[in-house]
């Protein structure tokens, strides 16, 4: 053998003896490479976020349109957003957009962290889809609690779907919390439950100091500037819509389309102006089955045919309305009035009054349109000249000037139709001891909730005083 055959037969020895250890090299960069594509997707993985692990100590961070896209491959886990979310990029702003996160099967059961931050841009167009917004069903999870949204800004947001249709949430229930949301836009949905922060919320789930400045709007029913319906013994508190509502058929509401099964409205207004067929109210289209609403007002104007109000479009089986009032201009057919239009509870109507032009053809009233059954009003007004309605349904016409007199709210000798004094004082003060202000700087001199007002509204500029002494004269 010469030295060149040797050399050749070293090198075949030397390549085949390394052949094995090449194989197992790529073997390995593949199996690798397979391990981390694998980890990207699933749950619980930081990878696919800015930080965190998904823990309530360390919720998993959101800086991007992909993260905040990721959580639906976990919807258990805690969420906090640390920057703006502009949702106007690919995918999210073409086609049908947003796919709604979480759905009956496998809903959003965890919490998300908004950290006061803002989602811009949100677009779905859906039309033929069930439970439809930037979480499409939301319920109680393992731990045996509801999902949380916190301190979020939802932007602009178009929105489009069938029924249970929200900016935040279309379905919403098993007690889920919605604490310090606001939402901007418009939302519609092509069937019923609209709303601009949730469809349908329900089964003991709980909306708090939120709001929305958006317009609106269902094709055939139950629709408001905050929830389409709020039922099952849920809570709304603190919270107000501003925008348009509109209903092409029945139950539309400035804040909520309907309430029922013992749900609670507290301390909340809408300035929406909303329209519809029957059951049209400036704060809630109909209430029923013993549901209450406390220390509420709306100003928006109303517009039906059937059931119009102020207030509430129709007040239903052990319903009660206490202490509240209504601002807004209302105009129907049938069952119209300032504060309500019809009242079929066996419940009250208490400390509340409205001041809105009315305008009906048949059982129209300055205060309420029509009553049944054996319900009271009491310790209730509207404004006779405002109005342009001498009678009603239920409580006492008074006269502006009156009405914008503390002593027909505080002295029963001296006012008809005032049984116990109201929890009013002249003036602004704080802390709210008691419910009621009135002057003739704030709310065009009417009765005003002290809470609507976080300084002094009662305070009077000289340009303001010049005013007020011209208005006099």
Same mark, same amino acid.
């Given at each position: ?195 601009? !922060?949730? @469809?349908?919320?329900?089964? #003991? *789930?709980?909306? +708090?100091? %939120?709001? $929305? /400045?958006? &317009?609106? =709007? ?36 400035? !804040?909520? @389309?309907?309430?029922?099964? #013992? *749900?609670?409205? +507290?301390? %909340?207004? $809408? /300035?929406? &102006?909303? =329209? ?198």
């Amino acid at each position: 053998m010469n030295i060149s055959s040797n050399n050749r037969l070293e090198k075949r020895q030397l390549s085949e003896s390394s052949q094995p250890k090449g194989r197992w090299q790529r073997m390995l960069t593949v199996f690798l490479g397979s391990l981390a594509a694998i980890l990207l997707i699933l749950p619980g993985n930081a990878g696919a976020f800015a930080g965190g692990d998904g823990s309530a100590d360390d919720p998993f961070q959101i800086a991007t349109p992909e993260h905040l896209n990721d959580i639906r491959n976990d919807p258990g886990a805690f969420y906090i957003l640390v920057a703006d979310i502009d949702l106007d990029v690919e995918p999210y702003n073409t086609g049908q957009g947003w796919e709604p996160i979480g759905t009956q099967e496998s809903p959003f059961t965890g919490v998300l962290f908004g950290e006061g931050f803002e989602i811009r841009n949100l677009f779905i167009g859906r039309s033929s889809a069930d439970g439809v917004g930037l979480f499409g069903h939301t319920r109680t999870g393992e731990e045996d609690s509801g999902a949380v949204v916190l301190s979020l800004k939802l932007v602009d947001v178009d929105v489009t779907g069938e029924s249970h249709v929200g900016g935040v949430v279309g379905d919403a229930g098993d007690g889920v919390i919605i604490f310090d949301v606001h939402v901007s836009g418009s939302v519609h949905g092509t069937s019923w439950r609209v709303g601009c !922060l949730g @469809g349908r919320i329900r089964s #003991d *789930s709980v909306v +708090i100091f %939120s709001s $929305s /400045s958006c &317009d609106a =709007s269902a094709d055939t029913s139950r629709v408001g500037g905050i929830a389409g319906e709020l039922e099952g013994s849920s809570v709304l508190i603190g919270s107000h819509s501003t925008g348009t509502v509109t209903s092409a058929g029945n139950y539309a509401g400035g !804040l909520v @389309g309907e309430t029922e099964d #013992d *749900s609670i409205i +507290i301390r %909340s207004w $809408s /300035s929406s &102006d909303v =329209s519809g067929t029957q059951y049209v109210g400036g704060l809630v289209g109909r209430a029923e089955n013993n549901s209450v609403a406390l220390e509420v007002f709306a100003t928006g104007t109303v517009t039906g045919l059937e059931d119009v109000g102020g207030l509430f479009g129709t007040l239903r089986n052990e319903t009660n309305l206490i202490v509240s009032y209504a601002r807004g201009d209302v105009s129907g057919n049938e069952r119209v009035g300032g504060l309500v239009g019809s009242f079929n509870s066996t419940e009250m109507i208490a400390n509340s009054y409205a001041t809105g032009a009315v305008t009906g053809s048949l059982m129209t009233g300055g205060l309420i349109g029509e009553t049944s059954g054996e319900g009271s009003v009491m310790n209730s007004f509207w404004d006779k000249e405002t109005s342009n309605q001498a009678d009603s349904a239920g409580g006492t016409g008074k006269t502006t000037a009156e009405m914008k007199d503390i002593a027909t709210f505080n002295d029963p000798d001296a006012t008809e139709g005032l049984d116990t004094p109201w929890s009013i004082v002249e003036g602004w003060s704080m802390p709210f001891q008691d419910t009621w202000g009135i002057c003739k700087a704030a709310n065009n001199g009417y009765p005003f909730f002290m809470w609507q007002f976080e300084k002094n509204p009662c305070h009077i500029s000289l340009p303001g005083m010049l005013m007020l002494l011209l208005d006099d004269e």
